[in-house]
């Protein structure tokens, strides 16, 4: 046997006999389990699966061993989510932190930050958000205001986010904070980190159109944030912001991510508008959308899994996070959007006070978002056609 | 993104160079005016199968080179990029892979060594698997008497032999058609790409009993491989098409001024532009991942190639449209050639199943 073969048999060995029953059922967003100090597990199931998983490193299966992780290769973090996906296993953590905080780290953090801050990513004791929108802010992320001043050991941390998701469940934050203020914008911005539990911190939800609440506007008054939590050095932050970023925008490309997790099109469509006696589904111009609609999906998910093999054969997503971003987000609002025309007026009938975001019209808002978060689709092709097509 | 072997990489280049000096765009035009009846270089496709090229998907012991359908998609996209004319798609990969299914060795050895070309039927309505096979062989003595018709036949102008899949008391069966026989009338015609196509029809032709190479689930089997192949390479060959007019409508962006500045510098067209490019990443994805699916002889290789055919031809579509739009009233002037790549697009679209003909294949497939 292989190397392979033999971490393929291990590793299914010690899933089916570590992953509770309860953890190999499809997941929702409500479902996810994100961590944190105020966590509260859904189930007993959902902790020891954690739990489980960390001890291993398998929450962040390819992060080095000595940050919390499971020093997995590319090979044999691909067999193992293969096997995971096998048995329908959820995954144990998900997190700001896993996906965004977390590799700008492994880049860019100092060994002692990532020592600090890693492992406790890795365990889900500490939830992170992102503090970069600002209300004058958005796309034009290098132009945030958000003013820290020098005060010996500290910086003074002054000023408002907008669009922070969950801040107000989030341990701590990682924040762009104008720190030069005679810098030319670019190079005056800090990345630092600090503790949302921090005097002067204060938070407000802002409500989604589908009823939810998962942002907040975010205020800084006078907040001390220590200087050994800058990542990088001062001014220099935005290289940093847009790391991150691509590994943000790689994120919500993704559809196999939980955001955009919703039933097939045509499972939807089969069973809302039904067949016609010859076996096709009655409404003949709903079906052609589907089916124009089909081939982009299935097409996206081969750019996907090529995308993963880049990525594992040890190569940077880089700027092509833009166009994964971009497709994939795109593609998703065409996917509701015709979930919303199979259902009819079931679909629209809908409670914005008690709406569930498991529901049609809620999954369907919320994904109108998904092309604005993490860089608006316009500016997704502003990158793409400045730094790859060279145009203008 | 795609990650190519030593071996992916070095076809690529060598198709790239050849084809380069030897059938650039350039050549399509000269062959155009010419009015060549073939609508190819004899000379030249006989140097392509000397390097392999025609017997990519036949196996060492019929003379080919086995390098399989990722190879041949490379040179096909290669193709695609400079419109280069040849019985590659229909003799080299359709009719090679039917043929060699069907166990028809020495054939598969002609067209491998370049020493004959095999055009493929694959239909007989106005548009591609529109509906049933209806050209009929009655066994009759030793062989077979042959009635029907087929449409558009690519490369069927100067073919040695044509492959027929027709009707028998057994099903379907594959018979290998001399073009030149008694019964056999051909309609010739140009295409709108300037390629030759014909129409064929068959009145009582006599066929002996070795004509027929497959039938029954073999001739089913072997004729869906062609296909299957046949339309991911000739997937490969539009993307070629939509990657080289979009090239070059991003450089006539960077060279052309109005309003005192190059046209690329207005967000109206780098949005374009910007999006055709990421059609084209997801439509170049798509394409290897259904070519090495044929190549592994995984299940999901026949879905995997209609979807690369489906999104190849809208890609196409999108990329010489805008090719033209972009390039104002000079892409309308037959003395550019961007207005070629517009015309092959439209054809190979047609060729082997427009998008909605393999997207009606996938709705079948979900229940729909
Ligand atoms: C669901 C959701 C969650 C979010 N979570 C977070 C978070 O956790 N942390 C965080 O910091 N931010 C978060 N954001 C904010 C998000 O990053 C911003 O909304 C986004 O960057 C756009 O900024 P804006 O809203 O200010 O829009 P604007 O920048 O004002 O854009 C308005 C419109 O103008 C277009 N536009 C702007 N500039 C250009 C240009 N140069 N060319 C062409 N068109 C242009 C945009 O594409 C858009 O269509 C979240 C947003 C959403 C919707
Ligand atoms: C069939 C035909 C017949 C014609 N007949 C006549 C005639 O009889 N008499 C006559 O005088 N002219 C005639 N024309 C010329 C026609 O008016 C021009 O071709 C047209 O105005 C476009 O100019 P252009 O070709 O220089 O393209 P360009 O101006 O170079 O445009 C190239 C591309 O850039 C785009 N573009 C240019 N500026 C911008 C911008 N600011 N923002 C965004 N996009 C931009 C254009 O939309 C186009 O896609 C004819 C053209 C054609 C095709």
């Known amino acids: 046997m292989s190397d392979m073969q033999d971490f393929r048999a291990s590793t299914r060995a010690w899933l089916e006999e570590n992953c509770p029953q309860e953890m190999r059922q499809p997941m929702g967003e409500a479902d996810v389990c994100w961590g944190g100090r105020n966590w509260v597990f859904q189930s007993d199931a959902q902790q020891l699966w954690l739990e489980r998983m960390a001890v291993r490193g398998w929450t962040v299966p390819t992060w080095p061993e000595a940050y919390g992780g499971g020093g997995l290769t590319g090979d044999e973090d691909r067999v193992l989510r293969e096997e995971m996906q096998r048995i329908h296993a959820r995954p144990p953590l998900q997190s700001f932190g896993i996906w965004m905080l977390g590799p700008a780290l492994l880049q860019f953090g100092s ?24 209300p004058g802010a958005g796309s034009d992320l290098a132009g945030v205001q958000t003013k820290g001043v020098d005060r010996g050991d500290y910086f003074e941390v002054s000023g408002q986010k907008i669009w922070t998701s969950y801040a107000d469940q989030a341990d701590w934050i990682f924040c762009l904070v104008r720190t030069e203020p005679d810098a030319p ?71 196999d991510s939980a955001l955009f997790k919703s039933e097939s099109v045509v499972d939807a469509a089969r069973e809302a508008v039904g067949l016609d006696a010859t076996g096709r589904l009655a409404d003949p111009l709903l079906r052609a959308r589907i089916a124009d609609f089909l081939v982009d999906e299935i097409a996206f998910k081969a750019e996907l899994d090529r995308a993963k093999a880049w990525a594992r054969a040890g190569n940077q997503i880089g700027v092509e996070s833009a166009t994964l971003k971009y497709t994939g987000t795109e593609l998703n609002k065409r996917r509701q959007e015709i979930n919303m025309e199979s259902g009819g007026f079931d679909a629209v009938e809908w409670d914005f006070a008690n709406a569930q975001s498991d529901e049609k019209a809620s999954l369907w808002l919320r994904s109108k978002g998904n092309s604005i978060e993490g860089g608006t689709s316009e500016v997704m ?12 | 993104m795609q990650i190519f072997t030593e071996e992916q990489t070095m076809v690529r280049d060598m198709a790239a160079g050849f084809l380069e000096e030897k059938a650039p765009v350039s050549a399509l035009r000269r062959l155009r005016d010419e009015g060549a009846v073939l609508g190819y270089d004899k000379g030249l496709m006989g140097e392509m199968a000397g390097m392999g090229w025609f017997g990519m998907l036949i196996g060492e012991e019929a ?44 054939w598969a050895a002609k067209v491998a060594s370049g020493a004959a070309v095999v055009a493929f039927a694959a239909d007989e309505h106005g548009k591609h698997e529109a509906g049933p096979i209806t050209t009929r062989a009655e066994a009759s003595g030793n062989g077979f008497v042959l009635n029907g018709a087929k449409r558009f036949v690519s490369d069927a102008v100067g073919a040695d032999r044509v ?164 390039h104002g009233g000079i892409g309308m002037t037959d003395a550019l050639d961007i207005g070629l790549f517009m015309k092959k697009a439209r054809v190979s679209i047609e060729y082997l199943g427009d998008s909605a003909c393999h997207a009606e294949w996938l709705l079948r497939e979900a229940g729909l």
């Open chain 1, 111 to 134: 060994e002692e930050q990532k020592r600090h801050y890693l492992p406790q990513i890795a365990r889900g004791e500490i939830r992170w958000c992102q503090g970069y929108s600002e």
């Open chain 1, 185 to 255: 914008k670019h190079k005056g911005i800090s990345f630092l980190l600090f503790d949302m539990a921090s005097e002067g911190v204060s938070t407000k939800p802002i409500k989604l159109i589908s009823g939810a609440s998962p942002f907040c506007e975010t205020f800084f008054d006078a907040v001390k944030v220590p200087k050994e939590q800058i990542v990088g050095e001062r001014g220099k932050g935005w290289s940093i912001a847009k790391y991150l970023l691509t590994h943000e925008r790689e994120m919500i490309g993704s559809t």
């Open chain 1, 381 to 392: 092709l502003s990158i793409l056609s400045k730094a790859v097509l060279e145009l203008g």
């Open chain 2, 63 to 106: 003379g080919g080179v086995d390098m399989g359908a990722v190879a041949a998609g490379l040179v096909a996209e290669e193709m695609g990029r400079r419109l280069t004319a040849s019985p590659f798609l229909s003799s080299g990969v359709l009719a090679a892979t039917a043929l060699r299914d069907a166990g028809a060795l020495d």
């Open chain 2, 163 to 326: 492959i027929v899949p027709a009707m028998t008391e057994e099903g379907l069966a594959l018979f290998l058609v001399d073009p030149a026989q008694d019964g056999v009338t051909t309609r010739a015609f140009a295409t709108v790409d300037s390629r030759n196509a014909a129409d064929l029809a068959f009145e009582d032709v006599q066929l002996d009993g070795a004509a027929r190479i497959a039938s029954g689930e073999g001739a089913e089997a072997a004729m869906a491989s062609a296909l299957r192949t046949g339309r991911a390479v000739a997937a490969a060959d539009l993307c070629g098409v939509a990657k080289e007019a979009s090239e070059r409508t991003l450089a006539y962006l960077k060279e052309r001024k109005q309003f005192g500045i190059t046209i690329a510098s207005f967000q109206a067209l780098q949005h374009r532009a910007a999006d055709l490019y990421t059609q084209i990443q997801t439509t170049e994805a798509v394409i290897a991942a259904a070519l090495a699916a044929i190549d592994a002889g995984d299940a999901e290789a026949e879905r995997l190639s209609r979807v690369a055919k489906a999104k190849a031809n809208k890609t196409a579509s999108l990329a010489v449209r805008e090719a033209v739009q972009m």
